[in-house]
């Protein structure tokens, strides 16, 4: 069975600081990809990443794919309050279908 | 465009209940599925389709059920509640672009077994 482990689980930081939600799996993914998701509503994809190795920068937030494809990492840089959410990672394990981390709910007080 | 859009946004149903989540998309994608999302464990894969006609079981479909007989539509049906049915359902659709999917969500359907 393929997982998903996202850590850490719960993140609450002041606004201005920096931090890295991380998401590793013991098995390889064809491509990895970051949704965020506000209370009451689905997820909303951020970014796909497809190659090993592979760096994405939306904004203030950078994405990598690990070498092996099997880890990837986000990292917001000068956190806002309008970062708050829920931040999953999902690993394609075939096609049309994605194994979903168990989150990371940050919180970024003003 | 509505996007993805799900009905009830809430719902009680009494174990034993059947009901129908229904589920509708306007962007002409061929592949839409249905999760379930519970604390602490992320969203899991109920049933997907990959196009009218065709459905195929996730990681967790047993109690559940699925059809689609049309491009927009995907209802998923709950055929005797049970209280470890309780969670948050989203419906997605995607397409497929450079070797990955853009997924969709809908704004998900609560429901509650009791």
């Known amino acids: 069975t393929q997982l998903l482990e996202q850590s850490p689980q719960f993140l609450s930081i002041q606004e201005g600081e920096n931090l890295t939600v991380y998401c590793n799996s013991s098995?390889?993914?064809?491509?990895l990809q970051w949704y965020r998701q506000e209370p009451g509503e689905g997820p909303v994809l951020l970014v796909t990443?497809?190659?090993?190795?592979e760096v994405k920068k939306l904004k203030r937030l950078t994405f990598q794919f690990g070498d092996a494809r099997k880890d990837s990492s986000l990292h917001i840089t000068a956190a806002q309050p309008g970062d708050t959410g829920l931040y999953l990672c999902a690993g394609a394990s075939g096609t049309y279908k994605y194994i979903f981390g168990t989150g990371t709910r940050l919180k970024v007080l003003a | 465009n509505a996007g993805v859009t799900q009905t009830p946004k809430f719902q009680v149903l009494k174990t034993g209940q059947s009901m129908t989540l229904q589920c509708a998309q306007d962007m002409n994608h061929e592949y839409m599925s249905w999760y379930r999302q519970d604390p602490g464990m992320g969203l899991r894969l109920i049933h997907y389709s990959v196009g009218a006609g065709i459905t195929d079981q996730g990681e967790v479909p047993n109690g559940y059920n699925v059809s689609r007989s049309t491009t927009e539509d995907f209802p998923l049906r709950l055929l005797s509640a049970a209280p470890s049915q309780t969670s948050v359902y989203f419906c997605?659709?995607?397409?497929?672009?450079?070797?990955?999917?853009?997924?969709?969500f809908g704004p998900g359907t609560r429901l509650t077994v009791l």
């Open positions: 997605a659709s995607s397409y497929r672009t450079g070797g990955y999917d853009e997924q969709f």
């Open positions: 990443v497809v190659t090993g190795g």
């Open positions: 098995s390889v993914f064809s491509s």
